[in-house]
């Protein structure tokens, strides 16, 4: 006999119990709490598993996350946790808060205006949080 749940509420069901299994003090699983376990890379990280470490004359880190970026924003910037991560990341690889709006704005072309607006309003949210971190 059928639950009458669809399958991805099914899905999260498996997810909580198995985030249980491993923390039986958790209750519930939150896709945005899990953004705030994963800390930001240090550049040197970052350009050893993203940037000239795989390449000597290839692409730096904040090229490759500019990159990343963009290709989220033609997603239509749906995975907000990736992509917000991948916002402090590229800041953090050195990408100036103009190269990124450069970079989602230059998606509009090919995503359309709904994904870029998605996308800036993602990242404008990292941004303004980086800024209440600093003061």
Not at 6 to 32: V, Y
Request: aromatic share 6%.
């Amino acid at each position: 006999m059928t639950s009458g749940k669809t399958p991805f509420e099914l899905m999260m069901e498996q997810a909580q119990e198995m985030a249980k299994a491993f923390n039986p003090a958790m209750t519930t699983f939150d896709p945005k709490g899990y953004e705030k376990l994963w800390p930001t890379m240090s550049k040197d990280t970052m350009e050893m598993f993203f940037g000239k470490g795989l390449s000597k004359s290839g692409l730096d880190a904040k090229t490759r996350l500019l990159l990343t970026l963009a290709g989220l924003t033609m997603q239509g910037a749906q995975a907000e946790t990736p992509f917000r991560m991948t916002v402090r990341h590229a800041i953090e690889a050195g990408a100036t808060e103009e190269e990124i709006a450069e970079t989602i704005a230059q998606m509009s072309m090919f995503a359309g205006i709904p994904a870029m607006t998605r996308a800036m309003d993602l990242a404008r949210e990292v941004m303004a949080d980086g800024k209440d971190d600093e003061e």
